[in-house]
């Protein structure tokens, strides 16, 4: 009925409801218009300044010099950035299964019917909707190497623990135990949704068939669970290749613009090297091309990711 | 963090769009109101706004041809504001500017000269301290000094008495610090519940004047090299590294990252630390009288480190002339005076300190003495240069490199720098 319908309809719409028609397009467009102009001013343009830039040695002040590919081949011969590159892909791999992993086991443990289920619920979620400098600042503290919690809760057993955040065998790590803890929040809330929308009747039916409680976990939960656990992981791999907040605040700064050493060569990641080759050294043509590189490595992962879910992401 | 990325690439929106129309737009600094010329003045810091309103209040009484225009730009960005509105031709009239910006500012052609000014109107620049006019200066005078701050080191009486230890006097050596901060640590098995001192990992405040005082220079006159590589230098370094990881009378490096150490001696736990001048009044309110202030010790010599922030004109500034008049009056003495009154900054004019000594009962005439022996504190073109001095000197603090590589390095890679700016 609808579908025949429909062509009649398009047919009508301009003859009939003209004005009404323009008007109503006018408003549309000026309800939009906000949105599209912030946009295009805050997004879309800048995306291409910056494509334009990277192709230039513009310091943020003087004539825009155009130098073609030299900031690509610059990277590639750059040690700092390599590196930096190196810190990202290791962070990536270690966090991103590490908290997909939990989250799901988090998820499924705060699915069943239990006392004070809410209560958890909200106690992961919180890192999700705690200011990033307000967890810093208590994770400092804790780290502390000579009177911080974690020291203090290893000494009680007899462990003299390390110097989490001052030394660089380890800050990077402690780094990576915090974005685990946060992490598991978000990922927990669409997981649970997932949950919630696999059907009673599946499980009944496995229970009249005699499964047990692993068995409907691992043939029905997770299979079914699929699609949301691929959504967690696309997002969770493009923000652990852009993290910089957790690091920035982290990673002692020294006095005399920007930090060193050996602490920041451990946590310096692909967007802190664009941050700092921009804001500190105002190689913005740098930083920008910088900055595409990341965008095109971060683009084909998740293309690799879209193509391969194929094998593994079972719709219903 | 994907904000970050939309704030990097507004940024970058914002100052390519400002370069590229650049001196179509008009600005406050070309407005007139009520037949007055409108001159705009920034200024980054918070603390000082009531003071800088009421030195903005008191010219606009005094003439009436000008309107003086006080605007406050807190945050960690106002260079990079301020870079952004020059360039396009725009910006204040008359601005804050600090040592290690100035040169990038200057070279760029942002800056006013002050040179035929100051000849035209006998102004005298002998009013203030010469290493600040000389921190101001490249092909002539840029910078009228505001106020300035040299280097002392702080000590708690109280932890002195207690140890039995004389206090430091003006005739201390380096020797004469070490051998009180041992004994002024105090050890309860293997870990120290107090320091004799805190070898804190500040370049203005405690490496710049350790090299000065073994006769190294922080970078040449031309700001073309540094040589801390040099057996003075190492020494220097070797002797604020020796007191963390051979005397242990000082926290090391590690600690000191993990903990604040100007938190550590405003609570007590460390005797002594060399601060700057504007750490008198926090360490006054946190101590009372517990706390005090004496030169530095020497060494080959006595010498210090002075930094200071001057007031900079517009290049493009509209009005040249009423910048100049105004800039004469922020370099008065009636407006050092009125600063001094503070108690925050020791203003640059010559002979206008006392009032600030005697904002606290500390010895705080150090400071000022110390203009005399200070060099200032080293700048140059390229912001990029001090890179690998905090670079290797942090490694030095953390004790992964030794001081006489880490310094190696620093020169090496610093000069590679320097020598590539203009």
Known sequence: MSLAKEPQLVLSRPAVKSALRTR????????????????????????????????????????????????????????????????????????????????????????????????????????????????????????????????????????????????????????????????????????????????????????????????????????????????????????????????????????????????????????????????????????????????????????????????????? | MMRRLVMASLFILITWGATACGSGSSNADGGKSGGKVDIVWWFPAKEQEATM?????????????????????????????????????????????????????QSKGFLMNYDQKINKDSFSMDNYPASLVKLYSKDGVYGIPKDYDTIGLFYNKELFDKAGVAYPTDKWTWDDLRSAALKLTVKSGKTASQWGIAANLSAQEVVYPFLVENGVQPISDDRKSLKYDTPEGIEAVQFLFDLMYKDMSSPDGQYMTDNDPLQLFQSGKVAMIMSGSWMAKPYYDALKDKVDVQALPSHKKSANIIHGVAWVGNANAKHPDE??????????????????????????????????????????????????????????????????????????WLNKESPADGLKKITEEANAVLAATK
């Open chain 1, 24 to 316: 109503e397009m006018l408003w549309g467009y000026f309800f939009i218009g906000p949105v599209v102009i912030g946009l295009l001013i805050f997004t879309i343009i800048p995306i291409f300044a910056s494509l334009v830039l990277s192709f230039s040695n513009w310091d943020g002040s003087s004539e825009i010099k155009f130098i073609g590919l030299h900031n690509f081949f610059q990277m590639f011969s750059d040690k700092v950035y390599i590196k930096a590159l190196k810190v990202t892909t290791f962070y990536t791999v270690v966090t991103v299964p590490i908290t997909i992993i939990l989250s799901v086991v988090v998820a499924v443990l705060l699915n069943r019917k239990m006392r004070g289920r809410d209560v958890y619920r909200l106690i992961f979620f919180l890192p999700s909707v705690t200011m990033p400098v307000a967890i810093a600042v208590v994770w400092k503290w804790m780290y502390n190497g000579s009177n911080g919690l974690i020291n203090f809760l290893l000494s009680t057993v007899g462990i003299d623990g390390p110097n989490w955040i001052t030394d660089e065998r380890f800050i990077l790590m402690s780094v990576m135990i915090i974005a685990v803890w946060a992490g598991i929040g978000y990922n927990m809330i669409i997981l649970l949704s997932g949950l919630q929308g696999i059907p009673d009747t599946y499980y009944e039916a496995a229970s009249l068939d005699g499964a047990t409680g692993w068995q409907r976990f691992v043939n029905i939960t997770v299979p079914l669970l699929t699609p949301a656990i691929f959504f967690v992981m696309v997002t969770s791999l493009i923000g652990a290749f852009q993290v910089f907040d957790l690091v920035f605040m982290l990673t002692p700064q020294a006095t005399g613009g920007g930090a060193g050493g050996v602490l920041q060569d451990a946590t310096r990641t692909a967007v802190y090297s664009i941050y700092q080759n921009g804001f500190t050294w105002f190689k913005i043509g740098y930083a920008s091309a910088q900055a595409w590189v990341l965008f095109v490595i971060i683009f084909l992962i998740t293309m690799a990711q879209m193509y391969l879910q194929k094998r593994w992401v079972h719709y219903e």
């Open chain 2, 53 to 105: 309103k009421k030195i903005a209040e008191d010219f606009n009484k005094k003439q009436d041809h000008i309107n003086l225009k006080p605007q406050l730009n807190a945050g960690a960005d106002y260079y990079t504001k301020l870079q952004t509105v020059l360039a396009a031709k725009n910006g204040p009239d008359i601005m804050w500017m600090n040592g290690p910006n100035f040169p990038k500012f």
């Open chain 2, 323 to 396: 910048v100049w008049e105004v800039l004469k009056y922020l370099g008065s003495k009636e407006v050092a005076m009125l600063q001094a009154q503070t108690g925050t900054v020791i203003p640059a004019f010559n002979g206008t300190q006392d009032a600030w000594v005697k904002a606290m009962p500390l010895n705080l005439k150090i400071f000022i003495d110390s203009t005399q022996i200070a060099e200032p504190y080293p700048t140059a073109f390229d912001p990029e240069w001090e890179t690998p001095v905090t670079t290797h000197l942090t490694n030095i």
